[in-house]
Structure formats: C-alpha cells, structure tokens
C-alpha cells in the first residue's frame, strides 16, 4: 500500500487539496478534533502519516514512506538520501539574512568578521556565509530567532520569510536572500524505480495537476 508523509503545519492544507484532486482524500487530518497520526484515504488505496516538516524526509529516506510533501528549506538544510521529484507550486517562502534596522549593516560583507548568525538553518548558514569567505559564528536557536539581534545576542539572523510581517514588527530588515522554497514532492528512491504501491501512477497524475494549476 502507498504511503504518504505529510507535514504538519501551513503545508498541510494545500497537501491535502492537491491529492484529493488525484483520488487521494487525507481530509480528515484537518478535522479539529482528531489526534490521529496515521490515517487511510477513504477508498483504502492509501495511507498518510502527519509528521513535523522536519521529519518528512526522515521517514521516505527510511522508506516508512514512498510519497513526502516537503518544503524546499528543509530538504536543504537536512541534505537527505531522498528523489526530488516535483516542485509543486504552493508554500513560498525565502531564505534571508536579516538584521536590526536600526543596525549599520545593509550587506552581509558588512558583517564584522567572527560575528555571531542565530539560526535554526545551521547548515545553510554556515554554508552560504563559507561562499562568502566572511567567518562567522552561527548560534543555533530553535525558538523566535529574531531575539537574537533584539537581544544583542548576534548581529544577523538567517531565517525563513513569508510575509516579511513579523520580522517588520521586531524592527528587522532583510538584507539578502540565499533562496526561494516552495514545497516538493519527494520519494523513496528504490521505491520510485521499482514502482511500489503504483507510485509511479500517482507521481504522474500529480505533475499534471500541478501543472493545470500553474
């Protein structure tokens, strides 16, 4: 039987709209009172496992799922063993650098050398400020990282974006986009070559759908 990994969150509802429209109804998951963390679809095709974001990869690498929907940040910052298959149009978001408006800086190469980056993205940052040979110090945080500069803490922050509203409201301004992410459609890569549970059936129907959409 296919199994899908979906993410709890705001790519959750659109997740869920996108497989009903290829036969595949996970609705339940939004019903308000269900504590549920695996349900079928109502034909019995299929089942889907309500994970954290973060988790989603986790469990295609593993194989607990053939089928994971997945923003793009994460699938960056964990650098799975994990088929990347569609780019499914919805849950945009960016990566950027930010900083106290109040604050001097309005580049990232105005920075002082060794200072401190909070984020949650430990990986990403390290890395997007390595291509900059700008040496810093990245403070992992997991919590609201726009305290950090607040705080005095550090002097940037590397963070996901949407609306840009609540950095706005902390007196933050972005100075730089490392990228953009959308949510994905990934797989288990021996899944995806032997066709497990028709996966293959299901991947292709949702490329159209996503398609008519765009």
Known sequence: MLTVALPKGELLKNSIRLL?????????????????LQIFDT??????????????????????????????????????QVAHLVDLQFGYCRMSVAV????????????????????????CAREYFHSLDLPVE???????VELGPITGMSEAIVDLVSTGRTM?????????????????????????????????????KLREAVLVEV
């Open 20 to 36: 009903q429209s290829v036969g595949l109804d996970f609705s339940a998951f939004l019903d308000s009172g269900t504590r549920q």
């Open 43 to 80: 034909k019995g095709l299929a089942k889907a496992l309500l994970v954290r974001a973060q988790d989603v990869p986790v469990y295609v690498e593993y194989g607990q799922a053939q089928l994971g929907v997945v923003g793009y940040d994460v699938l960056r910052e964990k650098q799975p």
């Open 100 to 123: 106290k408006a109040s604050s001097s800086y309005r580049s990232p190469l105005d920075l002082p050398p060794h200072g401190r980056v909070a984020s949650k993205y430990v990986n």
């Open 138 to 144: 990245i403070v992992p945080l997991y919590g609201s």
């Open 168 to 204: 706005r409201e902390n007196g933050l301004i972005e100075i730089a986009t490392l990228y953009e992410s959308t949510a994905r459609l990934i797989a288990h890569p021996l899944s995806y070559r032997m066709n497990t549970g028709n996966v293959s059936d299901v991947i292709a």
